[in-house]
């Protein structure tokens, strides 16, 4: 028998449906047992969010700042064949509560030297994320072995309205009547079993070296190269705006009001300005860049973490 922990976080419900789907082959499989971990925090974040709550979270999630999680249902002790950890990026960093769950003992303990895949829901921009969670399992001494990847297909400027008005609200319809529906599309859930597929038969021999290559050949990665180069600005200019917010106190504290105001301004600002110069960079960038854009792309699509 197969031992698989299932770690996830979700507040609309999106990544859970990514993970069912993805491990469908699990659940059929007579020699495979999961056991399934609903990472919850103590004072659980809102859902949906009201904007200032949203900006709210942003100096601590670039940052890393941990919060309280309810106990664990799953034994630290035991032996699993295979983690998975199932997260949404928040702000380009992983979501708090996965976040949260990384840096306890009990991540650690049932982690070391066992084979880790990421499942990842989100908007769209993942990969600043996923380096820091390379990072954390290279810590913890934890392989990382695949990777999959859900995100919205929609043009960035699009999905970035249809993301905000899905968060502050709760509902997932089309915004406006105009806009396509926020998320993970029925088709891209109807391919995930194949994902899982490739995922289970590595599980049953123990040997995960080709798997990686597989889950790509599938169509398992989502990057674009637009959005590449834009998380690149975001991720060098994310942290000096988290400490600068910092500087005036920590979540909740009235003194940094003003300052993340002033970033629930920037953010949609920026986002608007950027988005459409760097896809023009982006779409040039081949005429002098290709080698470069070509390698990055491959670097984000493996698993190892850049020397
Ligand atoms: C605070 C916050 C920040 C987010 N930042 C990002 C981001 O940087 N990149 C991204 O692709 N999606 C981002 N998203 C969208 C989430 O990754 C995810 O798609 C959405 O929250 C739904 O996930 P869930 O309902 O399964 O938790 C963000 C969402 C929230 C709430």
């Known amino acids: 028998m ?7 976080y979700t507040q609309s419900g999106q990544l859970n449906e990514a993970v069912r789907a993805t491990l469908a082959p699990f659940e059929n499989s007579a020699d495979v047992s999961i056991h399934y971990e609903n990472i919850k925090p103590v004072i659980p974040f809102p859902f949906p969010w009201r904007y200032m709550e949203f900006c709210e979270v942003f100096p601590e999630t670039v940052t890393g700042v941990t919060c309280e999680l309810h106990p664990f249902s799953f034994n630290a002790d035991e032996n699993y064949d295979l983690i998975i950890i199932a997260y949404q990026s928040w702000f380009l960093s ?6 949260s769950f990384l840096k306890t003992e009990e991540a650690k303990k049932v982690m070391k030297n066992k084979p880790v895949v990421t499942i990842i829901a989100c908007r769209s921009m993942w990969l600043k994320s996923q380096e820091k969670i390379k990072i954390h399992l290279k810590e913890i001494k934890a392989n990382l072995v695949g990777n999959i990847t859900f ?5 960035n400027l699009i999905s970035i309205v249809t993301v905000l008005a899905f968060v502050l609200s709760g509902e997932r319809g089309k915004f406006l009547g105009i806009f396509p ?3 993970v599309s029925e088709e891209d859930l109807k391919e995930a079993p194949k994902y899982g597929e490739i995922v289970l038969k590595h599980l049953k021999t123990g040997a995960y070296s080709d798997q990686q290559k597989e889950l790509l050949d599938a ?3 989502h990057i674009k190269s637009n959005l590449m180069l834009l998380e690149g600005r975001g991720s060098a200019m994310f942290p000096i705006y988290a400490g600068f917010i910092l500087k005036k106190g920590n979540s909740g ?5 003003g300052r993340v105001r002033s970033f629930g301004i920037l953010l949609p600002i920026g986002m608007l300005i950027l988005s459409p110069i760097i896809t023009i960079v982006s779409r040039m960038a081949p005429l002098f860049a290709s080698k470069k854009i070509k390698s990055e792309m491959e670097y984000y699509s493996q698993n190892s973490l850049r020397e």
């Open 2 to 8: 197969k031992k698989v922990l299932v770690i996830y």
């Open 94 to 99: 992983i979501s708090i509560p996965i976040n």
């Open 151 to 155: 995100v919205d297909r929609a043009p």
């Open 181 to 183: 529906k926020y998320g």
């Open 219 to 221: 169509g398992a990665v």
């Open 253 to 257: 504290d009235s003194n940094r009001r």
